[in-house]
T-cell receptor, first 111, second 111 residues
Framework: DAGVTQSPTHLIKTRGQQVTLRCSPK?????VSWYQQALGQGPQFIFQ???????QRGNFPDRFSGHQFPNYSSELNVNALLLGDSALYLC??????????FGEGSRLTVL | KNEVEQSPQNLTAQEGEFITINCSYS?????LHWLQQHPGGGIVSLFM???GKKKHGRLIATINIQEKHSSLHITASHPRDSAVYIC?????????????FGKGTKLSVIP
């Protein structure tokens, strides 16, 4: 079992560009949550996907959007990147409200 | 919304010492998560517990639902235990999918 897989692991973008981050859940998991962790801060909830729909959303602007595919994998898209979007983006998956499994994260740097 | 307090913020221990990290929250919950994060790394879920006590190797987690308090214990600490330990709870109490995180406890175990 590969656990939760995120890609890419590191990427650098410039202001105004768009980025897509990907998450493959642990086998059997159907729920995907995305978190943003700025340097030295705790993770902040972006949104959660279940049955291909956004089930709950945190306090993030519409520039942050997502998608869940029929195989439960998920994408996080961020448009019009700002310097402040530089962070570690974490994906966490679960099934039936049980224990969360986190990926290693995608570290985004915006220049 | 749930407020999470962790203590201590920083902890330095000698190898072999018994470690205790505390977490208090303000709103009743269905489950609490203990997480571990190494510097620059992703997050590993250590425990998800809703009552009583769980043990995994040298790690023990306890929760008192009535007192809204949880503790994470590490027996016979080792330098590889050096990491940030974070507790997380549903932001709106039971039934919320969104987690809110404590500020973390940075543990350093010295050989």
């Amino acid at each position: 079992d590969a656990g939760v897989t995120q890609s890419p692991t590191h990427l650098i973008k410039t202001r105004g560009q768009q980025v897509t981050l990907r998450c493959s859940p642990k086998s059997g998991h159907d729920t995907v949550s995305w978190y943003q962790q700025a340097l030295g801060q705790g993770p902040q909830f972006i949104f959660q996907y279940y049955e291909e729909e956004e089930r709950q959303r945190g306090n993030f602007p519409d520039r942050f959007s997502g998608h869940q595919f029929p195989n439960y994998s998920s994408e996080l898209n961020v448009n019009a990147l700002l310097l402040g979007d530089s962070a570690l983006y974490l994906c966490a998956t679960s099934w039936g409200g049980r224990e969360l499994f986190f990926g290693e994260g995608s570290r985004l740097t915006v220049l | 919304k749930n407020e999470v307090e962790q203590s201590p913020q920083n902890l330095t221990a000698q190898e072999g010492e018994f470690i205790t990290i505390n977490c208090s929250y303000s709103v009743g919950i269905s489950a609490l998560h203990w997480l571990q994060q190494h510097p620059g790394g992703g997050i590993v879920s250590l425990f998800m517990l809703s009552s009583g006590k769980k043990k995994h190797g040298r790690l023990i987690a306890t929760i008192n639902i009535q007192e809204k308090h949880s503790s994470l214990h590490i027996t016979a600490s080792h330098p590889r235990d050096s990491a940030v330990y974070i507790c997380a709870v549903p932001v709106d109490g039971a039934g919320s999918y969104q987690l809110t995180f404590g500020k973390g406890t940075k543990l350093s175990v010295i050989p």
